[in-house]
């Protein structure tokens, strides 16, 4: 007999309701449609689900009918965890566990983990008994790990989703990378490619955190590689890589590799000449990357236009990243953006190049929260009424355009940024990047999912829209010049 609060259960009852709970549970987890009873007119449905929970979760407590012992050892130690459990539960909930149990040979089920593992086994197995879990940033990847281990999918699936939810969140050590390391390490893209973005696009929080030294160096030259970095300039970035660089201590060859990764065009002169005598990383290694400071240093004494006549400027040294200081945009603050239309107007430098550094491009950006095509503007019928316009449908736009041209602009172009800023986990995050070109004055997807009329809205930092408009330089070759 199993005793409850309020009477007395014979055991096959309390059996029966067991075997319900997990089918009517793994079949709604899974997502399969479960045939519900016709109901007559007026009937009303009377749920007791939570109560059967809390009696699965004392069950699990009580040990009450259990006929298997699991034993958890932990992997080089003498622990022993022992969990008295059910083995229709078990094999119900996981084929992996359906499977060890019908090839056991006495009630005990002996299983081996590591200890991350260990420590997260009874919250796993609670999660097979009541369909809920608490997750801790520092348990994640280990739930997962069992998960993943015992074919427990939907947990699998709600975890991956927790990790791509909760970049953001606050953790002593950091999280973002040892979870990228760990999505590598499984194959999972999806979570790989959500972390890669997070880091690319918050770079200048990542290298002032304790989480930049934990770096791989494959993660580390892949970021390097990357135009979509969001950062101050790419010194910092310099000074970063020098960082982490005195503190790993990689061989000579990842050194190298990750500096001739820097884009040195990009640099100002006065900066490449303070380092080129101050910095103990570029005097070892001067000779590895002696040709692009050449390089770099034509790059900033030299017109774009001559410049294109003998060098390939489409080459990532010329290629600007996302750079958020004032020389290459500014941030722009969008009071109740549901409002009216907004316009704004800031400068930036002509391009990145010293030859350049001096002169200076006005920009005009215009905001409107419900701009429309014009089909389906307000119309005139035949007899001169106006046809009303549909506010509501409009999505909202930007444009940003220069207030004036220059023979200046000669062999330049301009690709302009629009970083939408949120707040997740109570930290200012990078929400969105949208880029365009010149040509077309504007991105055609802005805010195209947004929905600015939330107040809630997770595009929104206390009512207002967060924006930082970054104008990049592209130089084109040309000419050819004559062999």
């Not at 997990?22 to 479960?34: C, D, E, R």
Request: glycine share 4%; proline share 4%; aromatic share 10%.
């Amino acid at each position: 007999m199993v005793r409850s609060c309020e009477q007395e259960i014979p055991g096959w009852v309390y059996v029966g309701t067991l075997l319900f709970f997990i089918y009517f549970h793994s079949v709604t987890v899974s997502g399969a449609p479960l045939k519900q009873e016709a109901l007559d007119s007026g009937a009303t449905v009377l749920n007791h689900s939570m109560s059967l929970v809390h009696r699965m979760e004392n069950l699990l407590a009580m040990g009450n009918s259990s006929d298997v012992s699991l034993r958890v050892h932990t992997i080089n130690t003498d622990e022993v965890k022992v969990i008295q459990a059910h083995s229709l539960v078990l094999s119900l909930q996981s084929d992996v566990f359906e499977e060890l149990l019908l090839s056991r040979n006495n009630s005990a089920l002996v299983l081996t983990e590591t200890p991350d593992c260990a420590a997260a086994f009874d919250k796993f197995i609670r999660y097979l008994y009541c369909g809920d879990i608490s997750v801790r940033l520092d348990q994640v990847i280990s739930l997962h790990k069992l998960a993943s281990r015992y074919h427990v999918w939907a947990l699998q699936q709600g975890l991956s989703q927790y990790m791509a939810q909760h970049l953001s969140s606050d953790s002593p050590a950091g999280h973002v990378v040892s979870w990228y390391n760990y999505a590598q390490q499984i194959g999972d893209a999806t979570l790989r490619d959500s972390c890669l973005q997070y880091l690319s696009w918050n770079l200048s929080s990542v290298l002032q955190s304790g989480e930049w030294g934990s770096i791989s160096e494959d993660l580390l030259l892949s970021l390097l590689q990357r135009s979509d970095l969001i950062l101050q300039s790419e010194l910092e970035l310099y000074e970063a890589l020098e960082s982490w660089i005195n503190h790993n201590q990689p061989v000579t060859t990842t050194v190298e590799s990750a500096l001739k990764a820097v884009r040195y065009g990009m640099i100002p002169p006065q900066h490449l000449f303070r380092l080129q005598k101050q910095s103990l990383l570029m005097v070892k290694h001067y000779e590895s990357i002696r040709d692009l400071l050449y390089l770099a240093f034509q790059f900033h004494s030299a017109s774009p236009i001559q410049l294109a006549k003998y060098f390939d400027v489409n080459c990532s040294i010329f290629t600007p990243r996302n750079y958020l200081s004032s020389s290459w945009g500014s941030p722009w603050i969008i009071n109740n953006p549901t409002r009216d239309d907004r316009s704004f107007s800031f400068q930036t430098q002509l391009g990145p190049s010293g030859h350049d550094s001096s002169k200076r491009v006005t920009w005009n950006a215009l905001f409107s929260p419900r701009w429309l095509p014009l089909s389906a503007r307000s119309t005139y019928t035949e007899l001169g009424a106006m046809q009303p316009t549909r506010t509501e449908a409009g999505r909202p736009r930007i444009i940003v355009t220069p207030a004036t041209s220059s023979p200046d602009f000669a062999g330049v172009s301009f690709q302009k940024t629009v970083i939408v800023m949120a707040k997740q986990q109570g930290k200012v995050v990078v929400r969105h990047v949208y880029n365009f070109h010149q040509s077309t004055e504007e991105a055609g997807d802005f805010l195209v999912d947004a929905d600015l009329q939330r107040r809630a809205s997770e595009y929104l930092i206390d009512s207002s829209l967060y924006l930082h408009i970054v104008i990049k330089p592209l130089y084109h070759t040309l000419l050819v010049a004559r062999k």
